[in-house]
């Protein structure tokens, strides 16, 4: 395994400042980060290709997926709505028993580009049942709408955090209760992917060939580049100095891995149940993977404001960072 290069380590070190209920209604800065108001417990980002949106998830019980503008950082509630109407593909997802109820609970997101203003987006859901939730991208209209197209329901072991589509069709999973990553297609169902046992895996990411996965090693604080369809299997792995939640490309041929960071493991699970946070601190790491070494170029402590950091992406000259625990809003840091 291969140690990070730190290069121009970029700290926003805020002191711990309470909101107060004036200052969350009127999305008021924090230094020089600035927020997006409204979605609740935004876990995961998904930016829609040649377009001023953003799709997020609300990590919640009755959770939604959440439009948010660039343009004027409002957001909206996209799915489920009044006018949402499911249309079942059953040729690909026949096994799938049926529409997504309001309890689905979305947690991690991918967004597979398409023909015609028609892309696919998958979604990890809990709630009711614990499956990949797939949903049509229309862009015809103003703004983007979603239909509900099918699912693929997890094998009873598995408890999945993110997802990524495959360049063939399908797509693969994490599975941080079992330690390892599957992948799904409509032909052979779900198969763990080999090499993947006990590598600890949160957050995902493919190469835009396909013959790469980059998994956010979240116990081992490390990006893992691991091979996919070869043998002898390849595995490497970047150290960031945190717990990796989610992956996502960054500019060029770069990743951002986002997590956080606690005195102790446990503070991570006392900052999201008791809001007990001392010590702990959103961070963005930047993987350039030609030379495969990391920068860390966001440090956040915990606040009223952001709680626990989630997952990054560009959006502009900002670092965009969702977070969970209920927290309101989107944090956007400026770009390096």
């Excluded at 609970?105 to 499956?131: F, I, W």
């Excluded at 941080?176 to 990553?181: A, C, F, K, R």
């Excluded at 960072?321 to 944090?331: E, N, T």
Aim: hydrophobic fraction near 35%; include cysteine.
């Amino acid at each position: 395994m291969r140690t990070a290069t730190a290069i121009g380590l970029i700290t926003i070190g805020m002191l711990w400042q309470g909101a107060t209920g004036a200052e969350a209604q009127t999305c008021q800065p924090d230094g020089e980060v600035q927020f997006l108001c409204g979605p609740v417990s935004p876990e995961d980002l998904a930016p829609v290709p040649q377009s001023p949106w953003v799709i997020v998830s609300s990590m919640v019980d009755e959770g939604h997926l959440y439009l948010a503008d660039i343009r004027d950082h409002r957001s909206t509630v996209i799915f489920p709505t009044d006018t949402s109407r499911p249309r079942h593909d059953i040729t690909r997802y026949g096994a799938c028993p049926g529409p997504v109820s309001r309890q689905f609970r979305p947690h991690g997101l991918n967004l597979h580009p398409g023909d015609s203003g028609r892309h696919t987006l998958y979604v990890v859901g809990h709630g009711e049942r614990e499956a990949i939730e797939v949903f049509e991208v229309d862009m015809d209209g103003a703004a983007p709408t979603l239909t509900w197209v099918g699912c693929a329901v997890a094998p009873e072991e598995l408890g999945l955090n993110s997802v990524v589509a495959l360049p063939e069709g399908g797509f693969a999973a994490t599975s941080p209760q079992t330690g390892d990553v599957w992948e799904w297609s409509s032909d052979s169902g779900w198969s763990r992917v080999p090499g993947s046992e006990d590598i600890g895996p949160n957050g995902l990411e493919i190469s835009r060939d396909g013959q790469w996965f980059y998994v956010g090693g979240y116990g081992d604080q490390a990006l893992i580049r691991l091979s996919r369809g070869r043998t002898p299997i390849q595995k490497e792995a970047v150290a960031v100095g945190f717990h990796i939640d989610n992956v996502r490309w960054g500019p060029g041929e770069t990743l951002f891995a986002a997590g956080h960071l606690g005195p102790t493991r446990a503070a991570i699970g006392e900052c999201i149940r008791q809001r007990q946070c001392d010590g702990v601190t959103s961070r963005v790491a930047q993987i350039d993977l030609a030379t495969f070494t990391a920068e860390e170029i966001v440090r956040y402590p915990s606040n009223n404001l952001l709680i626990l950091g989630t997952v990054a992406i560009q959006v502009g000259d900002e670092i965009w960072v969702g977070g969970v625990a209920d927290g309101d809003r989107i944090a956007r840091f400026p770009a390096p």
